[in-house]
């Protein structure tokens, strides 16, 4: 489903409302909420409005587990990293027990050494169902999510939960968490604003399938509900 909205601020204010909505039906449900976060400059209005006194006191972060859906393999205190954009934004300024937030980055092994110790982390959180109760994802120009980019191998993957590997283009790691895993979350949110994603949320909606180009189109939940909030310029003429 595509909800169209005339403001990045109408955007965050949704985004976040469905953030406190899913933590508060799944601590009364089961006792915990899990959750992805997102990177890059996209969620950081998100985050501030959830760290506001509006909006943290209407979640109990004690009960709250917090994961990444991707990461450039920077240090934590890198300006590139999106664990760093998402502790300076939110994680700061509530009260989210240490040992519930799982960084996607560990000095000392390789990327792809701890995306197997990251995986074990969510097995350990979730259990072998592997079902987040909330993904907020964004979609790149190119129509990549997550660490999911155009012509990559991992793009393919069927059996990992977690993966990681070199990102040529960019010269750089990535960590990732895959399509499957994805998948089976119960609410996939994907924040998308701007012109210069109006062609690729174009193809990923209507156009023909073909992933291998448009990564975004992998993701197609199990039993859980997709919803884009884009605004109008991203929907373009969607």
């Known amino acids: 489903m595509i909800q169209i909205y005339n403001t990045t601020d109408e955007i965050n204010t949704t985004a976040a409302d469905l953030f406190v909505s899913s933590a508060q039906k799944a601590i009364a449900e089961k006792g915990k909420f899990t959750a992805v976060l ?74 792809e050494e701890y995306a197997v110790t990251y995986e074990q982390s969510i097995r350990k959180v979730l259990g072998e169902e592997g079902k987040f109760d909330l993904i907020l994802l964004g979609m790149g120009d190119d129509g990549h999510t997550a660490s999911l980019f155009p012509g990559e191998e991992v793009l393919k993957e069927e059996t990992k939960w977690v993966d990681a590997y070199f990102l040529a283009p960019q010269n750089m790691h990535r960590i990732t968490l895959t399509a499957p895993l994805i998948n089976k979350a ?52 969607n």
């Open 38 to 111: 997102t990177g890059g400059s996209s969620p950081a209005g998100i985050y501030k409005l959830l760290a506001s006194d509006d909006y943290k006191n209407k979640i109990d972060w004690n009960k709250v587990f917090i994961f990444w859906g991707d990461e450039r393999w920077v240090p934590l205190n890198d300006d590139l990293s999106n664990a760093k954009m998402s502790y300076s934004t939110l994680l700061n300024h509530v009260s989210i027990p240490k040992e519930n937030i799982f960084e996607m980055y560990k000095d000392g092994v390789t990327p």
């Open 186 to 237: 119960e609410k996939i949110v994907v924040v998308a604003f701007g012109e210069k994603k109006a062609p690729a949320l174009k193809e990923v909606t209507k156009g023909e399938y073909n992933p291998t180009t448009y990564p975004m189109q992998l993701i197609k939940p199990v039993s859980g509900e997709l919803l884009f909030l884009v605004d109008k310029a991203a929907a373009g003429s």
